[in-house]
């Protein structure tokens, strides 16, 4: 009750107490203790910090992988969790390791199209393009698409989240114009996902940046005056690459020729 109503301070109390009493009367391997385990580990994810969250998900998994094995759902979600901890504090080579395991577990016991699988499959690429390597990240990414594409069709928001990944990754490759259909695509199937605002503005930004890049600046303007309305509607600050992408449009219409937008990273 703590935790939902936002009493976070209280909740960590509740939650320490009921561990330590678990720990007591149950030891320390017993699944309600596994439980309470995990529930003070995700409150000190959600309270920023990391640090104290880490071991104790560390000792979950490996009761977990001693009691169920390292397929089992339970094993596989806890895994999950901490490689996403892992990734959060900028561990990314463990973090990856640990997704590898995951998506190996997911793709045995759930099959290749499973919804679970096709998450894993693109947290997975999402920590190796993390650690500066879209070329490798590209193929997981790709899969994930169509997978998604296959099993809960084109307008599905999982889906259009992984056209948008794509088009970024592409786009840190240098590549727009393998970008720019996605976000076409992804801009034409958006008003059906009803997108958050944060959400639809970061797809508008990627978009404008990806149309000046190729010297499109006619159809990038607009788009990218859409994104800065829609940032700030979301309470955003516009990023960078857009003022930069407006800046160079703005300097390149007084010349007689314009030249296509300088490289630049897509939003995050």
Same mark, same amino acid.
């Given at each position: 009750m703590y935790h939902t109503q936002g009493n976070l301070a209280e909740a960590e109390s509740i939650y320490r107490d009921v561990l330590d009493r678990a720990r007591r009367?149950?030891?320390?391997e017993h699944r309600h203790t596994l439980t309470a385990i995990s529930n003070l580990a995700m409150l000190y994810g959600q309270?920023?910090? /990391?640090a104290a969250a880490e071991p104790l998900l560390r000792e979950a998994l490996a009761h977990r992988r001693r009691a169920?094995? $390292?397929?089992?759902? $339970?094993? &596989?979600?806890?895994?999950?969790?901490?490689?996403?901890?892992? !990734?959060?504090?900028?561990k990314l080579p463990e973090a990856e390791q640990l997704f590898r395991q995951v998506l190996a577990g997911r793709r045995r016991t759930l099959g290749d199209d499973s919804p679970e699988t096709l998450?894993?499959?693109?947290? &997975?690429?999402?920590?190796? !393009?993390?650690?500066?390597? /879209?070329? $490798?990240?590209? /193929?997981? #990414?790709?899969? %994930?698409?169509?997978?998604?594409?296959?099993?809960? %069709?084109? $307008?599905? /928001?999982?889906?259009? !989240?992984?056209?948008?990944?794509?088009g970024r990754? &592409? +786009?840190?490759?240098?590549?727009?114009?393998?970008?720019?259909?996605? #976000?076409?695509?992804?801009? =034409?199937?958006?008003?059906?996902?009803?997108?958050?605002?944060? =959400?639809a503005a970061d797809l508008m930004c990627n978009w404008g940046i990806c149309l000046?890049?190729?010297?499109? #600046?006619?159809?990038?303007?607009?788009?990218?005056?859409?994104?800065?309305?829609? #940032?700030?509607?979301?309470?955003?600050e516009t990023p960078k690459p857009v003022l930069d992408a407006?800046?160079?449009?703005? !300097?390149?219409?007084?010349?007689?020729? +314009?030249?296509?937008?300088?490289?630049?990273?897509p939003v995050p």
């Open positions: 009367a149950l030891g320390n309270t920023g910090k /990391p169920l094995g $390292d397929d089992h759902s $339970d094993t &596989l979600i806890l895994m999950n969790n901490l490689a996403g901890l892992l !990734q959060w504090q900028k998450l894993s499959i693109t947290n &997975l690429g999402g920590i190796i !393009q993390e650690q500066g390597k /879209p070329a $490798d990240a590209e /193929p997981l #990414f790709r899969e %994930g698409l169509a997978g998604r594409r296959h099993v809960l %069709g084109d $307008d599905n /928001p999982a889906t259009l !989240q992984s056209m948008h990944i794509l990754c &592409l +786009m840190r490759q240098d590549r727009p114009a393998e970008a720019e259909p996605l #976000f076409a695509e992804l801009y =034409r199937r958006a008003p059906s996902a009803k997108l958050e605002p944060k =959400r000046a890049r190729l010297g499109r #600046f006619a159809e990038a303007e607009p788009a990218l005056r859409e994104a800065q309305r829609r #940032f700030a509607e979301a309470g955003v407006l800046a160079h449009m703005q !300097q390149a219409s007084t010349r007689p020729a +314009m030249t296509p937008a300088p490289s630049s990273s």
